[in-house]
């Protein structure tokens, strides 16, 4: 028997995700702290709760998906919270980037009550979202992951088991680090080409199939030089989950110099009010410090702007 699936938190990720879980054929009751956010998921077949706790009540598996620690604490403990519904043998699934120890002290206090609990951290942004391709990192019980690899395999493409509670939010921050690291380096090389009067596109196709290729050229680099800047996860997002992995690793004692120095940055783009644009605005920064603009080629071209020769 399939089991019933409730999914909180309708965000620019779960959205796509709680549609996915309906188009693989399995019931779906929704809750949203912004209620209007359900309706498209009941027109689309979803059931909508009263609450977490209500959500959960009618739940084998409970997936969330909101933005922060405090976020997530406040659904899965708080008054109406998912503690206060859900049943014994049941399961909770957190697909929010959190705290990790917050995450092993969430699962210990649901554990008291009989329910267990997967952190399950995603990757790929909106599109993986809307698309079924998620990357999905899961931390806590083996026997609670393939449980609920069915409904992970509806959100995701790649799916991995990676430790106990905890792991897959540590994973993540491992996701993160690379993530703002090579958003960088992507921002630097598109500069140095902007700078030398290159054929942005043409640069792009070069080098993305190479040893220089990375998911974040590949689908960020061609916003950049369209000056898209719509978020597939906003700079306000990135900023909290450098927090928690600058957190950890001064917990850890581990020198990270690469993501300090990104996480100013982004600093400066939310003193300007940019922390609702895409994290790969993060060259906004980057063309400040060098008084340059990145564009593509056409954009040039229709401003009448010479190349060097």
Request: proline content about 4%; charged content about 15%.
């Amino acid at each position: 028997m399939t089991e019933t699936i409730g999914f909180i938190g309708l965000g620019i990720m779960g959205r796509g995700m709680a549609h996915n879980l309906l188009k693989a054929g399995f019931s779906v009751r929704v809750w949203n702290r912004t209620a209007g956010r359900m309706d498209e998921l009941v027109a689309a077949g979803a059931t909508a709760g009263g609450s977490p706790a209500d959500v959960a009540a009618h739940s084998d598996i409970t997936f969330i998906c909101v933005s922060d620690t405090p976020d997530v604490q406040a659904v899965v403990l708080g008054e109406n919270g998912v503690i206060h519904g859900a049943r014994p043998g049941s399961l909770v699934v957190d697909h929010s980037t959190i705290s990790p120890l917050a995450t092993q002290e969430m699962a210990a206090q649901l554990a008291e009550k009989g329910v267990h609990m997967l952190d399950a951290p995603i990757s790929g942004g909106s599109e993986g979202a809307a698309n079924g391709t998620l990357s999905i990192m899961v931390g806590g019980d083996a026997a609670q992951f393939d449980r609920a690899l069915p409904a992970f395999q509806a959100m995701g493409k790649t799916i991995t088991h990676v430790g106990p509670n905890g792991a897959g939010q540590m994973v993540k921050l491992v996701n993160q680090i690379l993530v703002v690291v090579t958003m960088q380096a992507v921002g630097e090389a598109l500069l140095f080409a902007q700078a030398g009067g290159l054929d942005l596109e043409k640069t792009l196709t070069a080098v993305a199939g190479g040893a220089a290729g990375s998911w974040m050229l590949s689908n960020r680099g061609p916003q950049v030089i369209n000056r898209d800047w719509r978020p597939g996860f906003t700079i306000d997002l990135q900023q909290k989950d450098l927090r928690l992995v600058l957190q950890t690793a001064d917990q850890l004692g581990v020198p990270l110099p690469g993501v300090a120095q990104v996480f100013q940055f982004y600093r400066t783009l939310q003193q300007q009010g940019l922390g609702g644009e895409g994290n790969h605005a993060l060259v906004k920064a980057l063309e400040h410090l060098a008084g340059l603009t990145i564009e593509s080629t056409e954009k040039r071209s229709r401003r009448g702007a010479a190349l060097p020769e």
